[in-house]
């Protein structure tokens, strides 16, 4: 129904308000609307409700007025089935008043689509008030609001904000607000926008709230007045902020100086100024460049849980870490250069706020700083003239009246066009040569040589300044002068090993110790603390003579290990130290984390590196239909492994599901021996958080693989953790034994509790027995008395139930996982299940269709979500759409699915299957069906048992919309 056929003026002239109320009316529930390219004067909101909008395109069909809006209704009884699609909506609001409803989107909206619109000078572009659920806003243009981009306010679930750009925000751009006056936003996505410009706020803010994802995002040059890129924060009367994913974005100058602090703001920062935040917040593989301030921030209340895993800080103006509040964090793989300050971490909360250091660190260590703020040293933004590199050189100990060996700094032109080179000077006791001559080449470089040469003791700070190519580029030097006579260097100053198993060592590294004095130098005393040990060749080194220290690192525990070498000598800089770090791996360890995963299968975003990533609700899924499939870690070296966990995202998000999977391991990851056989083991959320784990006897192996060959609950492989743990004993005087070594059940209704039976392990050795798990497999289920450790000729009870799954013989294992010197303790598990378990074969399955109009393609229909369905191209009967169960299959029941909300309608239809997708026979007979609300718009095939891989349904006619519509197409085998 067009606008203009109810009178509306496509010049602007006349208000078209009446004109869009009139064509929504006479469109129906269901119905569409369709604005024609020109402009049409709103000058206040539309109410929408189960109704398409749809323009010719945001450059074409303009919605214009003081203050135009389209508006679901109000919450609680938010609208449904909204669509509003490729028009924009051009307002003239002047200022912010926030009691003023004058944003482009409002209201409630549930199972509803915005989809390229574009909005500008609104006061927001969409304020979103809830509850509401399933609200999706993609491929937006917003420009110049006065205050927030898009906001979901409260109660905001399942709701998605992605492919959007949003630009010159007043105030965020696009923010989650779980005001608790209304409830928690939760498991809402922001994924894949670009947001830029935001002026008084953040780019993208999650004030509150759980389970909600920022994904993929490019997050530049926010928080011009006042905050940062990225922010979580217990503010604003919000609900606790809960797990909350931060993965795969790019921050680009973000933050600034806040007015009412006086300190910056992080491009990525936390605050937890009205409660204490838990999280966890997941930050992995994040690019934060070139920040103003600081690049991550802690700061009010208390703030724990923060994990930050693959950061790259790239250039800040103070600090790489901004710690101003107590709380703790873990940082691995953070690495940090072109850092503003001289120390990257600024922190005055002591132990107050604890660091974990999950390895993999670079440039973020060393002393905290504490004291006054520093003015910003503002990294290039980017480079557009000639460099130096590095920005620092430090020459160490260096006797007064002697010369050090020089160190070199590369000075860079990044233009097309040569640079002059106006000078090139050192200040203080230092000099350089340099080979750059007058003129350093377009995209070419030059070096210069620095030494130093003390004139006193104590510091000696000076600087090296190049001028070239109209750029002064200023490199910090610094040294410290002794007295004539010995001195001693160590090269490197600090040595990090890998991480090691506990009781094994390392690969050795090296210290190089020269005197740099002007008097031959007496070594007394060589010593390493901690796990740490050394050899050395050193004695009386000459003028400039060197000696080497060989230091060696064996765990003795799991865990951050830190020691230091000391070398003792008659130098007067006496003891020269080098810190010594690394890390111990135990029974306890994940030896999977952030390694290299690969799979059979796999498209994106459900890739193989999901499994090993810190993010539990990003997943690995195979090709649907095509079992078995495998994923696999490579742990980087053989490793005596012991353990596997496997998870699927958190309860919130799936439901239960058997996977029957065996666990296969390689030393060089082509030939593979089964560790643990063939099992079904059940994800539930109530019993085990969607989380199964494997024992085994050791089993020496680099690759470890997952081989699945059926899962319950979807047509595919899927796993979103894979977790790999070293074995844990062997060498232990402890000793178990299990009686009885069996269980047989009786025959057991499928899906019913069997009555327990009990297995008693006993500890027949002469020390403790540490218990690292118990666990079964298959349909069995145990509760035990074990705890962590059974004293030396003790015993403890584990209680086996039987579920039958799946009628027939079932099979599986009880595994006591300990440092017992008989390895893990098994127990074999039998049963035999009665009945049949009614399953959809057709969940996740390929479809094809003879036609779909828009976005609503056939493969809605096997998705699992009643909102979202398949509608064939209008007036064109007869149309069809199938599904491949992946191989032929006995059915004897399909239910079809319409939108829960929609109003009733009858369809007219047949059921055909195939074997070979050529040649369909009928399965049941054209007849007409109603779907009904008051039923949930279900209707069911039923029909005599047949065995096809191809069912498809054939539409000859819909008395609600001249085109085949379903949104659900399941198959039951029963």
């Not at 004139?455 to 750029?471: C, D, E, F, P, Y």
């Not at 069906?929 to 539409?955: E, G, M």
Request: with cysteine; charged share 10%.
């Amino acid at each position: 129904m067009s606008v203009t056929s109810k009178g509306a003026d496509a010049t602007g002239v006349a208000d078209a308000t009446s004109a869009f109320n009139a064509a929504i009316s006479s469109a129906g529930p269901g119905g569409t609307v369709w604005i024609p390219p020109g402009t049409f004067n709103i000058p206040g909101h539309i109410s929408v409700n189960n109704v398409t909008i749809a323009g010719a395109g945001m450059w074409y069909s303009t919605v214009t007025g003081t203050a135009p809006g389209f508006y679901g209704n109000s919450a609680p009884n938010a609208s449904t089935d909204v669509r509003l699609q490729n028009f924009a909506i051009f307002g003239n609001v002047q200022e912010r008043d926030d009691s003023a409803q004058v944003n482009g989107i409002g209201g409630a909206m549930s199972s509803s689509t915005v989809s390229n619109l574009w909005i500008d000078h609104m006061k927001v572009g969409a304020w979103m008030d809830g509850p509401m659920d399933g609200l999706t806003f993609t491929g937006m243009r917003i420009r110049d609001t006065t205050a927030d981009g898009i906001n979901f306010h409260g109660g905001v679930t399942n709701s998605k904000v992605t492919n959007s750009d949003i630009r010159n925000t007043g105030d965020d751009g696009i923010a989650t607000w779980a005001d608790s006056a209304i409830g928690a936003d939760a498991n809402d996505t922001i994924s894949n926008n670009t947001v830029s410009l935001q002026i008084l706020a953040n780019g993208i803010a999650i004030y509150g709230g759980h389970d909600n994802t920022v994904s993929g995002n490019r997050v530049v040059d926010t928080g011009l007045a006042q905050g940062g890129g990225i922010h979580v924060g217990q503010r604003f009367t919000s609900t606790p902020v809960g797990t909350t994913t931060i993965s795969d974005n790019t921050l680009i100058r973000d933050g600034s100086l806040d007015p009412n602090w006086q300190f910056g703001v992080g491009a990525l920062w936390f605050d937890g100024s009205q409660g204490a935040i838990t999280g966890p917040i997941n930050v992995t593989n994040a690019l934060i460049q070139q920040s103003p301030y600081e690049a991550v921030q802690w700061v009010e209340g208390t703030i724990s849980g923060v994990n930050l895993n693959n950061v790259t800080i790239a250039g800040t103006g103070t600090f790489a870490l901004q710690e101003q509040t107590g709380g703790a964090a873990k940082f691995t793989n953070v690495t940090a250069t072109g850092v503003g300050y001289s120390s990257p971490v600024y922190n005055c909360s002591g132990g107050n706020f604890v660091v974990t250091d999950g390895g993999g660190n670079s440039g973020i260590s060393g002393t905290p700083y504490c004291g006054g703020w520093p003015a910003p040293v503002f990294p290039p933004y980017p480079s557009e003239g000639v460099t130096a590199t590095p920005g620092a050189l430090n020459f160490g100990s260096v006797a007064t009246g002697s010369t050090s060996a020089a160190q070199t700094v590369t000075v860079s032109n990044p233009t097309n066009t040569a640079a002059a080179v106006s000078s090139i000077s050192a200040s203080g006791d230092y000099a350089q040569t340099n080979t750059c001559g007058s003129s350093i080449a377009a995209n070419g470089s030059c070096t210069v040589s620095v030494k130093f040469t003390p004139t006193a003791t104590g510091s000696r700070n000076g600087s090296l300044t190049v001028n070239a190519g109209g750029t002064t580029s200023t490199v910090s030097l610094s040294g410290t002068g002794t007295a004539p006579g010995p001195v001693l260097n160590t090269d490197p100053a600090s040595l990090s090993f890998p991480a090691t198993v506990v009781g094994s060592s390392a690969t050795t590294q090296t210290v190089k110790v020269t005197n740099s004095g002007t008097a031959s130098a007496t070594v007394s005393a060589v010593a390493a603390t901690g796990d740490f040990s050394q050899t050395n060749n050193c004695s009386t080194l000459a003028v400039g003579a060197s000696c080497t220290v060989t230091v060696g690192f064996k765990p003795t525990t799991g865990g951050a290990r830190a020691g230091n070498l000391t070398v003792t000598s008659n130098a007067n800089n006496s003891p020269t130290t080098v810190s010594l770090t690394g890390s111990g791996i135990d029974s306890t360890t994940n030896i999977a984390a952030g390694r290299p995963a690969t799979a059979s299968s796999g498209s994106s975003p459900y890739v193989a590196s999901n499994l090993t990533d810190t993010d539990a609700s990003t997943y690995w899924e195979g090709t649907l239909g095509s079992f078995p499939q495998w994923a696999q870690v490579d742990l980087g070296q053989n490793y005596g492994v012991g353990k596997v966990v496997l998870k699927l995202p958190p309860a919130t998000a799936w439901s239960a599901r058997t996977e029957t999977l065996s666990v296969q391991g390689s030393t060089d990851g082509s030939s593979f021996s089964t560790i643990k056989a063939s099992a079904g083991y059940t994800f539930d959320p109530s019993a085990n958080n969607n989380t199964v784990t494997i024992t085994f006897n050791a089993a020496t192996a680099r690759y470890v693989r997952v081989n699945i060959t059926a899962n319950s609950g979807w047509n595919a492989a899927q796993l979103s953790d894979f977790e790999v743990f070293p074995s844990s004993g062997g060498s232990s005087p402890a000793t178990l034994s299990a009686d009885p070594t069996s269980l047989t059940y009786p025959t057991q209704a499928l899906n019913t509790d069997s009555a327990a039976k009990t297995v008693t392990v006993t500890n027949t050795g002469t020390a403790a027995a540490t218990v690292s798990g118990i666990t079964v497999t298959g349909d069995f289920r145990q509760t035990n008395t074990c705890g962590s450790s059974i004293a030396a000729n003790a015993s403890c009870t584990v209680s086996v139930t039987f579920r039958p799954t799946a009628s027939g013989t079932r099979a599986g294992d009880l595994s006591i996982a300990s440092n017992a010197s008989n390895g893990t303790t098994t127990v074999a598990l039998t049963g035999v299940g009665a009945g049949t378990v009614s399953r959809n074969l057709a969940a996740g399955a390929a479809t094809t269709e003879s036609s779909h109009a828009d976005v609503y393609a056939s493969s809605n229909v096997t998705d699992g979500n009643q909102g979202t369905y398949w509608e064939s191209a209008n007036n064109a009967f007869p149309q069809w759409v199938q599904v491949d169960l992946g191989s032929a299959q006995s059915a004897s029941r399909v239910v079809l699915q319409l939108p829960a909300t929609w109003g009733a309608r009858n369809q007219t239809l047949s059921l055909s299957g195939s074997t070979d997708g050529s040649t369909f026979s009928t399965l049941k007979s054209s007849a007409t069906y109603t779907f009904d609300p008051t039923t949930n718009n279900t209707v069911t095939l039923t029909f005599t048992a047949s065995t096809q891989r191809y069912l498809r349904v054939n539409i000859t006619a819909n008395n609600g919309w001249p085109a085949g519509q379903l949104s659900e197409f399941q198959v039951w085998n029963t």
